[in-house]
């Protein structure tokens, strides 16, 4: 399984940016996703998770009612649209899965993507 991240940046508090992450080397439509964020100096922190088929999603409270996580089963990809962005948003952002290797569930993870929300 590989996962890639892209569309962070450089963003103004207020401001809006949409994240993408594209599965590879795996059936994307049987995986559940999660996004998280490491913020300078923080430990990992849950964003957003959505099921497999896209009907159910969950939010931190963190970020409730300004993300949104979606998916395209079909491109392989779950977004992250960030919306209301407030400088304690600046993270590193990455997208994981697990998949079950028959004995455990295995986590994989993308590279990150840096987003930073200053003026």
């Known amino acids: 399984v590989q996962l890639a991240e892209s569309g962070g940046g450089l963003v103004q508090p207020g401001g809006s940016l949409r994240l993408s992450c594209t599965v590879s080397?795996?059936?994307?439509?049987?995986?559940?996703m999660r996004w998280y964020r490491r913020a300078p100096g923080k430990g990992l922190e849950l964003v957003a998770t959505i099921a497999s088929t896209g009907e159910s999603a969950s939010y931190a409270d963190f970020v409730k009612d300004r993300c949104t996580i979606s998916r395209d089963n079909g491109k392989n990809t779950v977004f992250l649209q960030m919306n209301s962005l407030k400088p304690e948003d600046t993270a590193v952002y990455y997208c994981?899965?697990?998949?079950?290797?028959?004995?455990?569930?295995?986590?994989?993870w993308g590279q990150g993507t840096q987003v930073t929300v200053s003026s």
């Open positions: 080397r795996f059936p994307f439509s049987s995986l559940p």
């Open positions: 994981n899965t697990q998949v079950w290797n028959g004995r455990e569930y295995v986590p994989y």
